[in-house]
């Protein structure tokens, strides 16, 4: 506190209008400008909100609630767009005791991140690098998935090479796709959309395709065959799928490259590399074949009929679906499988095709059921001057074993089964108008349901009293008549009618979920239970606890009927 | 043909002779309330037939009854029968908690939505010969005299019953003034309950009118509402007291 040393004139400031803590009076009084200028000098996330610099207009923000402070995640966003380059990025898996680099991405290999570095020292090197936990499982399952689609697309035999490759036999293949050099430029290019980098090499042996693939160093490496000892010649022995003590050994005997092994005798080459070793590179030159072990693609079973003249009636359609169904379920049956989904194509006689799906709840190989299904969306289809054949596959299946049957043989009929109606309902009603309602963990009223799939059976609800009938939205009263802050009304209007409430129960009063919105963080609903004097029991409630303003504005509205 | 001593014991030999005709193969439900069953002609709800039932005034309070007075019944056959109770709708607006206390949690329903009247008793007459449910709902605004035959026919053929839930469609006109080939007809209005020595609402009571049956006489009763298993209760101390709403006993069904 200022003291005034000045006798002379008044004993207080400002001639005693002085009130404790004044704005003036305080130590340093600063103005709205300097504070102004001293925030924006601050760091941008210690810079203060609104509400901090009193600017009262500003809504408080909720102290709990899981935003961001405004400005710091302003900030972010901004650094964001403006560090357009990504820090390199790195995968890591752990070795024994440490963790070793399994990958870098190009901005980390042009920086001297190789694999096989520790993750440490690489953090050393570079503390604001992008470390990740390397996959293997989803790399093979990507690598698999590229093995399937080759097999369906390019050639009949692929195989998967090491945890990094894909050989793809092309013998026979590559005329349908304009020779091997454009075959490899767009196997390149698919690569590339798909986001991954790749390179190619075109080979006699997959023991020279394997090593130019790796360390030929060109994107796309053709070779002739015959020609494979001039081409491997420069490479590292390592290119040959040597074991790791091989190598070591030829690192031990001076040998470098595959052309270092060339000219030696093979009887001492065995016995120092191994015969293995030898069998390697004579495979890669092509001495010795060497056998692919092709990806066998998951087969749909697939069952057609070619009719001997075009049909158009629904019963002959039918006949025709029972007949392919008939083989369906006998392919089913050996292989184990039930179908969840079969897909019909018929083709008719002026080239076009027609597509009929059903789906069923549970695996099933029931011909009966299925072709009750069928007849269902029968009538959708349009065969035009006639059909001439039809292609029953079933896409989608899962395992299924045989069936007891020891109720049925005792002469118990027991339960039959709910699937075939879901089926048959879901055929006839779409696939979203059967449901059950489960159980959702929330007090207000309208979230605790939600629609589970048709042969759940979900949790309950704890045994507060709820209405049979919930109207969709709560609809206002008017004239309530309630004593506050917990009686139920006396008396409302609703929907034009007046009501005289003789009884009621309450209030159970229900909180707003404040992680929701923002609207609900001090909102209460009071909920009652009342009868009028006609016998109708209804549910209403009030918003507002009655006594604090914040919680609602005390308006009133019916929320559900109990019978 | 013997001479017939009085008008009731012709009534009782024929009504002998026509019971043959349609053999019974599923039991009927009984009410567990002496004061009903003794007055339905199969002593319970004919378990493989249709049923209408509908509120007894346009108001939403006494649809929610009409529709509790089914959720008990049903209740009461999933549990006996260990299966689920197929609920036809074309507009959802039941709250599953308030039917989880009226006996039918949700693992014993399965909801579908049919998109108007006709889809419902299509999804209805499935489900009937299915016959694997233990009862088949369906709420519909009107379904005229072949569709309740077809149901009643689907009804018979999956040993299944039916509750058709009428809703009302026009102020003044009552569902069952339609023709229908439904066993029973039921109209459910809400009553006021007693009243508790101490503040609150009391069990609920509801005025229960059969309107029409099949071999039987129509009937009112008060009745308090089913519990939480199905159940429904006489009021205690007012056991053979007639219904005090006199204004719907009065229409003809």
Redesign the interface.
């Known amino acids: 506190m200022p003291v005034d040393d000045d006798p002379g004139a008044c004993s207080v400031p400002r001639g005693g209008n002085w009130r404790p803590g004044a704005r003036w009076a305080r130590e340093g009084a600063r103005d709205r400008l300097g504070v102004a200028a001293e925030a924006t000098a601050l760091p941008l996330h210690q810079q203060p909100t609104m509400r901090e610099l009193r600017r009262r207009s500003e809504a408080a923000e909720h102290p709990f609630k899981g935003r961001q402070h405004a400005p710091l995640a302003a900030t972010v966003a901004r650094a964001e767009r403006a560090e357009a380059p990504a820090p390199p990025l790195i995968l890591a898996h752990q070795i024994g005791n440490q963790q070793l680099i399994a990958a870098a991405c190009p901005a980390a290999l042009a920086l001297g991140l190789v694999p096989g570095m520790a993750v440490t020292q690489a953090r050393a090197l570079l503390p604001g690098l992008d470390i990740r936990a390397s996959d293997p499982a989803a790399d093979a399952v990507v690598l698999d998935q590229l093995a399937s689609h080759a097999v369906r697309h390019w050639t009949p035999t692929a195989a998967i090479s090491g945890a990094d490759g894909l050989w793809l036999d092309l013998t026979g293949v590559t005329h349908l796709f304009g020779g091997e050099e454009r075959f490899s430029a767009r196997l390149l290019g698919f690569c590339r959309r798909l986001g991954l980098t790749a390179r190619v090499a075109v080979a006699g042996t997959l023991g020279a395709a394997h090593a130019l693939a790796r360390f030929g160093g060109q994107p796309i490496e053709r070779i002739e065959v015959g020609r494979e000892a001039q081409a491997l010649a420069g490479l590292p022995l390592a290119a040959l799928r040597l074991t790791p003590e091989a190598l070591a050994a030829a690192t031990r005997f001076g040998l470098e490259r595959v052309g270092d092994l060339l000219p030696l005798p093979r009887g001492p080459l065995a016995r120092r590399l191994g015969l293995a070793s030898v069998r390697r590179l004579d495979e890669a030159l092509g001495r010795v074949a060497e056998p692919i072990v092709p990806v066998v693609a998951h087969e749909v079973p697939v069952a057609t009929l070619r009719l001997l003249e075009p049909i158009g009636t629904a019963e002959a359609i039918e006949q025709v679906i029972r007949d392919l169904l008939a083989d369906m379920v006998e392919q089913l049956r050996t292989r184990g499988l039930g179908a969840r989904t079969l897909v019909l194509a018929l083709d008719r006689v002026d080239g076009s095709e027609q597509r009929l799906a059903i789906g069923t709840v549970r695996a099933t190989r029931d011909a009966a059921h299925l072709a009750r299904l069928f007849h269902l969306r029968i009538e959708r289809v349009d065969p035009g001057l006639g059909i001439e054949a039809m292609r029953l596959a079933a896409p989608r299946t899962e395992p299924l074993g045989a069936t007891p049957l020891g109720g049925t043989l005792a002469g118990d009929v027991g339960l039959a089964d709910l699937s075939t109606l879901v089926d048959q309902l879901a055929g006839r009603a779409g696939p979203t108008a059967l449901f059950t309602v489960g159980a959702v963990e929330s007090d207000v009223p309208e979230r605790a349901t939600i629609r589970v799939e048709p042969m759940a059976s979900p949790q309950g609800w704890p045994a507060w009293k709820r209405p049979v009938r919930l109207l969709r939205r709560p609809e206002p009263l008017s004239g309530v008549v309630a004593l506050l802050p917990d009686h139920p009304p006396r008396r409302f209007t609703w929907r034009g009618h007046a009501h005289a409430v003789v009884a009621g129960d309450g209030p159970e009063r229900i909180h707003g979920e404040w992680w929701r919105r923002d609207g609900e963080v001090w909102a209460v609903r009071d909920y009652f239970r009342v009868e009028d004097e006609a016998g109708a029991r209804f549910w209403l409630f009030r918003r507002g606890d009655g006594v604090d303003g914040a919680t609602g504005d005390l308006s009133w509205y019916m929320h559900g009927l109990f019978g | 043909m013997p001479a017939a001593t009085s008008h009731s014991e012709i009534v009782t030999r024929l009504r002998e002779s026509i019971a043959d005709v349609r053999p019974r193969q599923v039991a009927a439900l009984p009410f567990a309330l002496p004061e009903i069953d003794r007055r339905l002609a199969d002593h319970g709800l004919d378990g493989a037939a249709l049923h209408d039932i509908a509120p007894a005034a346009p108001?939403?309070?006494?649809?929610?009854?009409?529709?509790?007075?089914i959720?008990g019944i049903t209740a009461r056959l999933a549990a006996a029968a260990?299966?689920?109770v197929?609920w036809v709708v074309s507009r959802f607006?039941?709250?599953?908690?308030?039917?989880?206390?009226?006996g039918l949690?949700?693992?014993r329903?399965?909801?579908?939505?049919?998109?108007e009247d006709k889809?419902v008793l299509?999804?209805m007459e499935?489900?009937l010969r299915?016959?694997?449910?233990a009862a088949v709902v369906g709420e519909v605004r009107r379904a005229d005299m072949t569709a309740s035959r077809r149901l009643q026919l689907a009804a018979d053929a999956g040993s299944t019953p039916a509750f058709l839930s009428r809703r009302w469609r026009r102020q003044g006109v009552c569902p069952l003034s339609e023709l229908s080939a439904a066993t029973t007809r039921w109209r459910?209005?809400?009553?006021?309950?007693e009243?508790?020595p101490a503040?609150?609402?009391?069990r609920?009571?509801?005025t229960v009118e059969l309107v029409r049956q099949r071999g039987g006489n129509p009937f009112s009763l008060l009745v308090e509402?089913s519990d939480d298993t199905g159940r429904l209760a006489l009021p205690a101390g007012a056991q053979h007291r007639a219904a005090p709403a006199a204004g719907a006993t009065a229409r003809a069904a």
């Open positions: 108001s939403l309070s006494d649809d929610a009854a009409a529709t509790l007075f959720a260990d299966t689920r197929l607006d039941l709250y599953a908690p308030g039917l989880e206390q009226a949690p949700p693992g329903i399965l909801f579908a939505e049919g998109r889809d299509a999804l499935d489900g299915h016959g694997a449910l459910i209005a809400c009553a006021p309950s009243r508790l503040p609150g609402v009391g609920a009571r509801w509402a």
